[in-house]
């Protein structure tokens, strides 16, 4: 079970994911995430994964094809402050390098600056 709270930023959308990201609950995430990718004047979505709880490789599937759905039409899923099981497992499946990936919300506002806004 999890939760995503959007936060709406000039051109991006900082979404916060709370709980689960496994495979019972990759429909609902698939389904709600490509509708903010694809969210008319969005050309950035900021996925917060520092409150994931447990996640799988579906979770991850989901990322990845969400992120390659975005980049056909021009835009991108960033990924913030990752827990530090989700980067385990990124590493894992060997799929670390695929998002552009930050640390803190300092370090996302000197690359994104519409998410200070």
Request: proline content about 6%; hydrophobic content about 40%.
């Amino acid at each position: 079970m999890f939760t995503l709270q959007a936060e709406s930023h000039k051109n991006v959308t900082v979404l916060r994911y709370l709980g689960d990201m496994l495979l019972p609950d990759v429909p609902q995430f698939s389904r709600q995430l490509e509708a903010y990718l694809l969210a008319p004047g969005i050309r950035q979505v900021v996925l917060d994964l520092s409150h994931v709880n447990r996640v799988d490789t579906s979770g991850l599937g989901v990322l990845v094809s969400a992120s390659t759905k975005s980049r056909g039409h021009g835009r991108r899923l960033v990924l913030l402050t990752p827990a530090p099981h989700v980067v385990e497992l990124l590493k894992k499946v060997e799929i670390e390098g695929f998002f552009p990936t930050f640390d803190s919300e300092e370090e996302l506002k000197g690359f994104i600056p519409d998410t200070a806004d």
